[in-house]
C-alpha cells in the first residue's frame, strides 16, 4: 500500500492527476484489500455455523417471523 500512496503523492505534487490515473490507483487500492481478505479472513462454508440445524428449526424460525 505504501507504494501506492507514494505513486500517489507523486501524482498530487506534479498536478497530473486525470480521470484514468484515478481508477488505476482505485484499482490498485481494492486488489491490495481484496489480497489482504484473502489471507486474514477465515472463510467457511455457507452453514458451518449451523451444524445443530435440522428442518425442524427451520419450520420453527419461519413461524417466528411470521409473527
Known sequence: MYKIYSNLLKHVLDDSIT???IDNYYSQIVEALNASADLAVTVCRRN????????????????????
Do not use: T
Open 19 to 21: 480521470p484514468g490515473l
Open 48 to 67: 458451518f455455523y449451523k451444524f445443530w440445524w435440522d428442518h425442524s428449526w427451520d419450520e420453527i424460525k419461519e413461524k417466528s417471523v411470521v409473527f
